[in-house]
């Protein structure tokens, strides 16, 4: 297990795995289901829409936010129904927002099992562009929002974009987090550490996600499906060490039936497929910190 200075977390060293690591089971491969519960603050909206054509600066995208008002309204269900139909527990990020605007919904997430992951206030409120003193304002906002709603404080967090500031982690330790998704250097999780104050680092994999692929891109969902196909066909054949896989659906966007579709399709494609680990990452990181203890 090695161990040196993080490049984006001030003040925190990383711990990382090595190949003998082993995930729940003894399995090399995890495969994580995820889905993106998402909102936009009051007078706020989604910098990507479906159409096109970009508005000329100073409008405001009105059918980008009509867009993402999918999600809660609908999305959000079909993606749940598809879950409980397959058997399987999700990490569902979910924007703070949500929780003032649809609590009903974010308490049926919880109740379901399902993994609630704090996904800031908005998808407007990027860490690495508020100051200290603000983002720990606004972690603690979050946090109260979710767990007044869900009953339990959420574990991890996943900042919009990815994006952290270079003091998210330690503000997100020194809260209680667990664990947070804000890395992409790894094919595993690590720990980062602070003095004695640490959290674990849980890289978020984009090879499968809709954002990209579909409304980025703009590739047919069965591309979603193949690049799933593929990529879990070369960890299972050529790899030899530890990894993850990661399989992403945006409310908003795949929530709508022929996304969905694709969705299931993974779902399917996974349970079938032996020797593989499906959880959330909160199981994964437990698992993590105990296989990390046991080799003290």
């Known amino acids: 297990m090695a161990e040196e200075r993080d490049l984006v977390a001030t003040g925190a060293t990383v ?16 495969i994580f289901f995820n889905v993106a519960f998402e909102a936009w603050s009051d007078g706020k909206g989604p910098g990507i829409g479906p159409m096109g054509n970009p508005l000329p600066a100073g409008h405001f995208d009105t059918n980008a936010l009509s867009f993402g008002t999918y999600g809660p309204v609908r ?78 404080a959420p574990k991890g967090w996943m900042s919009p974009r990815g994006t952290p500031s270079p003091a998210t982690a330690r503000l997100l330790a020194e809260a209680g987090y667990l664990w947070h998704g804000d890395a992409m250097d790894d094919d595993l999780p690590y720990v980062q550490d602070f003095s004695g104050r640490s959290i674990v680092a849980a890289p978020f994999t984009l090879e499968v ?36 896989l990661d399989a992403t659906a945006h409310a908003h966007v795949f929530g709508r039936p022929l996304g969905t579709w694709a969705y299931e399709a993974v779902m ?10 499906i959880g959330t990452r909160s199981d994964a990181v437990k698992h993590v910190r105990a296989s990390l203890a046991s080799k003290r």
């Open 15 to 30: 711990k990382r795995l090595d190949k003998s690591f082993r995930w729940p089971g003894g399995h090399r491969i995890a």
């Open 209 to 244: 996600n809709d954002m990209p692929l579909y409304m980025r891109y703009g590739d047919p969902p069965r591309q979603y499906v193949e690049m799933f196909e593929r990529t879990l066909a070369r960890l299972r054949q050529r790899e030899k060490g530890p990894v993850q």
């Open 75 to 152: 999305g959000i269900w079909r993606l749940l129904d598809s879950l409980a139909h397959y058997k399987l527990k999700a990490g569902v990020m979910v924007s703070g927002v949500l929780a003032e605007r649809y609590p009903e919904t974010v308490k049926a997430i919880a109740a379901a099992g399902h993994d609630v992951i704090a996904h800031a206030y908005g998808q407007e409120i990027i860490p690495v562009m508020l100051n200290e003193a603000a983002e720990k304002d606004h972690i603690a906002k979050v946090t109260r929002l979710l767990t007044q709603v869900t009953g339990s």
């Open 268 to 277: 399917q494609i996974a349970k079938r497929t032996r020797g593989v680990w």
